[in-house]
């Protein structure tokens, strides 16, 4: 009886794997090689119906090479352009540059493969275009999303998105599908100069907390702070504070505050998904509004290089503060955690894992898979080892302490002599945060294990022993991270934001520019698990659009100012709300690292609270603020409305053991 089972099961698998193989050459595409001695075209390999994408034009000499020495001006109304059986007149006029001309902004209606055909003078050029639908590119996300949060697998969920994803990028060919997925997206992941150092620095800091927790240094930092703070209240606000104290970069604030503060909540009876939440929601939004931070100069630069197109000639570092009251979410989700914690008062999904703190005393729900294996971290430490408070405090200090000199001396190198004549926001903005994260984990490593041996609480054996047990925690949610990445090329590639735009940008008036922008901001962020990319995508697009709206309006001066700025805060902060909303964003990942808790639970505890601090920002400042309302009663109001909202839905708690 089990032979016959076997053998079932290995049909089944011989028939899915003979049905893989065999779809790979049925979907195989059979390209046609068009040649022509005096044009080709360069296109990308696909693209999306209807959004526009360009093409070069390149000019061939007699031995099939591309003619450098073309350089003369051609009036495009020469350029006769065929596709679908249509002919299109472009006129306008560019030039030749090294034998290529750049056509921009075509686009095709069309499924499947259509034929490009371009006539110029008396010489003609055709190539087929593989045209897929546009709303295809929302597949992989969607799909990843859904898998994660119905079955609570994160990896399968997220390869599942991977995959189809680099299927239909492959002319929808499962088998080659799973190639890519393996040979090109994983590896591209681990091979960006960008994710290496966030890998290494995660996984030293996870090896620095290792050390410190095996020298009593974590329970020395839980009972000084427990004679302060010795209440669910009082754990909740000081893991607060130490968010908004570590304002200088996100990823260090995710890590950092998660393993510092999971010991002493554990004690004080709040729950692992509460922690997270509270990691997550002054990480990045503190990051991104903070007036020094390794995100300002990545958001001017983007501010700056909108303006010079434009020709305004307002300073960008300026405009970024006068922004700050604008990025609302950001602002009102911090203001949020803190109400919550003050208030005790929680609802939703929140809710439920809190009472199963206080009445059971579990901070995880029972079956929860933490992405950080905590137990070779949050360990019993044996009554005879010294549990001194500064074996932990000092290692984290060095961290921080080594992050923000790091940030200055890696700016200043960057800007050489124009160091002298640079503000620090400049010096700081041209850091590289990732190398100057990982020296500040290395110095911070070195640190815990001169106190831990310098003090013969551990041999240099053990310190090695408890850093690699540290550093062996976070394999799983590296794993997750890499995957997180992969997606995040995927929908670079099926270019899934560029079809969000064009699916919105129809409906934008220059009064609802600021929560249109929102909107928009938060469904990329979200979909593609990535706000810098956001911001990168939609800040050249909105500034412009916000500012020539409003000029072709006629809108007064102060509220074509207070648009724009709501504009420039709108992206900002629906960026931040998007990514750290998504179960596939690097950041949301991070923080169920550090807190050590289970992925989807702390997607679905915190979503709610998410969303209510996105719908107050909406309607107390992103609406109003385009029909002239001032910004700073809008949050005033949000921040009336979120304590309404706390009071009305929210539910008190009682103290653990009362």
Known sequence: MEGLKNMKRSLIIGTALFLLIGSHFFFKSKTTQIQHSGLRIESPPFVL????????????????????????PVKLAKVFIYQENQMNFLDSTLSFNNGKLLIKN???????????????????????????????????????????????????????????????????????????????????????????????????????????????????????????ANSRRGGQITSWLMGIIVFFDDYANTLIVGNTMRPFTDKVGVSREKLSYIVDSTAAPVASFAPISTWVGFQVALIAEAFSKLQIKDDAYLAFIQSIPYAAYSLLTVIFVFLVGILLRDFGPMLKSEIRTVTTGKVL????????????????????????????????????????????????????????????????????????????????????????????????????????????????????????????????????????????????????????????AALISFSTGTSWATMAILIPIVIPMSYQLTTKAGLA?????????????????????????????DTTIMSSMSSAVDHIDHVQTQLPYALMSAVIACVSVYIPVGFGFNVFWGLACGILLSIVILYMFGKKIPPLHE
């Open 557 to 585: 001066p102060a509220l074509s100012n207070s648009i724009i700025l709501g504009t420039i805060g709108a992206v900002l902060s629906g960026s931040i709300f998007g990514d750290h909303s998504s179960p596939i964003s």
């Open 106 to 228: 075509l686009a095709m209606n069309s499924y499947g493969t259509q034929n490009l055909r371009i006539k110029l003078a008396n010489q003609e050029v055709e190539k087929p275009i593989r045209v897929i639908p546009g709303f295809f590119s929302l597949f992989p996300p969607f799909l990843a999303i859904m898998l994660a949060l119905v079955t609570r697998q994160v990896i399968i969920a997220l390869f599942s998105g991977i995959w189809l994803g680099a299927t239909i990028i492959m002319n929808y060919d499962p088998l080659m599908g799973v190639l890519r997925v393996l040979d090109k997206y994983l590896i591209n992941s681990l091979a960006d100069t960008s994710h290496v150092p966030i890998v290494l620095f995660s996984m030293t800091l996870g090896g620095m907390v290792g050390i410190i927790s095996k020298s009593g240094g974590t329970r020395g930092v839980i009972e000084k702070i427990t004679r302060f």
């Open 365 to 520: 729900r029972d079956g929860a898979v933490p992405l950080l294996d905590s137990s070779g971290l949050d360990v019993d430490v044996p009554d005879d080892v010294p549990k001194r408070w500064y074996n932990a405090i000092l290692p984290i200090m060095t961290v921080i302490v080594v992050t923000i000199i790091g940030l200055y001396y890696s700016g200043r190198n960057e800007l050489g002599e124009l160091a002298n004549k640079s503000t620090l926001w400049d010096i700081i903005g041209k850091a590289n945060s990732f190398h100057v994260l990982m020296w500040a984990s290395f110095w911070g490593v070195i640190v815990a294990i001169f106190l831990a041996v310098g003090q013969k609480i551990l041999t240099i054996g053990e310190a090695i022993d408890s850093w690699l047990s540290g550093v062996k925690s976070m394999v799983l949610a590296m794993i997750i991270l890499v995957l997180a990445w992969a997606i995040g090329d995927i929908c670079e590639d099926l270019m899934t934001a560029q079809y969000v735009i064009s699916m919105t940008h129809s409906i934008i008036s220059p009064s609802l520019m600021p929560f249109i922008t929102f909107i928009i």
């Open 49 to 72: 119906s209807g959004i526009p994408f360009d093409i070069n034009l390149t000019v061939l000499n007699e031995k099939g090479q591309v003619d450098s020495r073309c350089h003369e």
